[in-house]
C-alpha cells in the first residue's frame, strides 16, 4: 500500500537529518530520489550513492532554497532526466533563534526566506509538470512550533505557521487537479544538532512531552512516505503532528 515504485520525487535540504532520511526511505519504498543541498557536494556525493545501493536512481543539485531562479532550474532538469516528477518534498530550513529585542532584520530575513520563499519556489516551479500529468503530491515540512509558538523563535515559529496557511490554501487550488498539498508538523526530533545539547537541557524536553521521548527522524519519514503514497490518495490541505503529543 506504501510503495512508490515508478514514482519520482524531490526533496529539498536532502542531505542533513530529517531531509536525508526522507531521501533515503522515499528510496525504499521504491522512488528516484532527487535532493537539493546547500553546501557538502561530498555529503551529497554519499548520499547519492546510498540511494543507488538502494537500486534507485539518485540526483543531487546545489541550490539556495530561496533562489526562485535556480528552483526552476531544478524542476526544469529533473523532468528532463526521468520525464515526470511525482512527489514534491519542501524540507530545507534553518534556525537563527534569538529574542525579538536582539534579533537582527537579517536574521528575520534570512529564516523567512529560506523556510518559507522556498516552499513557495519549489512549489510553484513543481505545479507544471504536476498538472500536465493531472497528479502530484507536495509534502510541506513545518514545525510544532507554527502551532504553539516557542519563545526566542518568532522568525522560525512566523516561517513555519506560513506552511501552514499556505499549504492549505494551494491545496484548495490544485484539489481538483488531483493533486494534493499536506503538511507534516516534526516535534522534538533527535538530530546531528540537537546531539549537542546538555542532559539537563534534554531532560527539561522530554518532560514536555507525553511520549517522554523525543522521536527518530525515520519518524517524520515514515509520514512523507504515508503521504506521498497511494494509501493517502483523499487527503489534503491537511497538518499531521509527528511530536509524542507534545502540541496536544
Known sequence: MFSLNGKTALVTGGTRGIGRAIVLELAAAGADVAFTYARSAEAAEEIKKQVEAIGQKALAYQADAA????ADEVITDIVKEWAHLDILVNNAGITKDTLIMRMSESQWDDVI????????????????????ARAGSI???????????????????ASKAGIIGFSKSLAKELASRNIRVNTIAPG?????????LSDKVMDAIKASIPMGKA?????????????????????????IRIDGGMAM
Open 67 to 70: 533562489d526562485a531562479a535556480r
Open 188 to 196: 522534538y526530533i533527535t538530530t546531528e544538532m540537537t546531539g549537542q
Open 139 to 157: 509534502i510541506n515540512i513545518s514545525s510544532v512550533v507554527g502551532l504553539s509558538g516557542n519563545a526566542g523563535q518568532t522568525n522560525y515559529a
Open 113 to 132: 526566506t529560506t523556510n518559507l520563499k522556498s516552499v513557495f519556489n519549489y512549489s510553484k516551479s513543481s505545479v507544471r509538470p504536476f498538472m500536465k
Open 215 to 239: 522521536g527518530d527522524v525515520k519518524d517524520i519519514a515514515a509520514g512523507v512516505i504515508f503521504l506521498a503514497s497511494d494509501a493517502s490518495r483523499y487527503i489534503t490541505g491537511e497538518t
